[in-house]
């Protein structure tokens, strides 16, 4: 099942949402009292640090599958709207208008949406395999 773009990301902001409560709590639980200062901090430098390194991600996926799927398009365009579309993202747009790049735009979040999904698949895995026994 593949659900639309603003349904993803909003499943994925809310199964964020209710993890980073929990994360936190796990490692303010693991630090004494009187490291609780130092904890937070690693804590909100890594979230910090981890929402960069995925949005930069996300758009590099997106513009590596957004931007191929286009060329074949502007190939077929006069050299004038082809030099517009490659130029200025004034140009682009207008050029996009006529090539439907919506469904290529879709794509590519998809394609965005299922790498930021792989990489909490894996975190997981690794929360799973590194867990002390109890």
Same mark, same amino acid.
């Given at each position: 099942?593949? /659900?639309?773009?603003?349904? @993803?990301?909003?499943?994925?902001? +809310?199964? /964020?949402g209710?993890t980073?409560?929990a994360?936190?709590s @796990?490692? !303010?639980?693991?630090?004494?009292?009187?490291?609780y200062g130092v904890?937070?901090?690693?804590?909100?430098?890594?979230?910090e640090?981890?929402a960069?390194?995925?949005?930069?991600?996300? +758009?590099s996926? !997106?513009?590596?599958?957004?931007?191929?799927?286009?060329?074949?398009?502007? @190939?077929?365009?006069?050299?004038? @709207?082809?030099?517009?579309a490659?130029?200025?993202?004034?140009?682009?747009l207008?050029?996009?208008?006529?090539l439907?790049?919506?469904?290529?735009l879709?794509d590519?979040?998809?394609?965005? !949406?299922?790498?930021?999904?792989?990489?909490?698949?894996?975190?997981?895995?690794?929360?799973?395999? !590194?867990?002390p026994?109890?």
């Open positions: 099942m593949v /659900l639309p773009d603003p349904v @993803a990301v909003c499943v994925l902001g +809310g199964g /964020l209710l980073a409560p994360a936190t @796990a490692i !303010l639980d693991n630090v004494p009292p009187d490291k904890a937070s901090a690693v804590n909100d430098a890594t979230l640090i981890g960069a390194l995925g949005i930069a991600l996300a +758009g996926v !997106l513009s590596a599958t957004y931007t191929p799927a286009m060329h074949p398009g502007t @190939a077929a365009l006069p050299a004038v @709207a082809r030099e517009a490659d130029g200025s993202l004034a140009g682009a207008a050029v996009a208008e006529r439907g790049p919506a469904g290529r879709s590519g979040m998809w394609f965005s !949406l299922l790498a930021l999904a792989a990489i909490v698949a894996a975190g997981v895995v690794a929360a799973a395999c !590194l867990r026994p109890r």
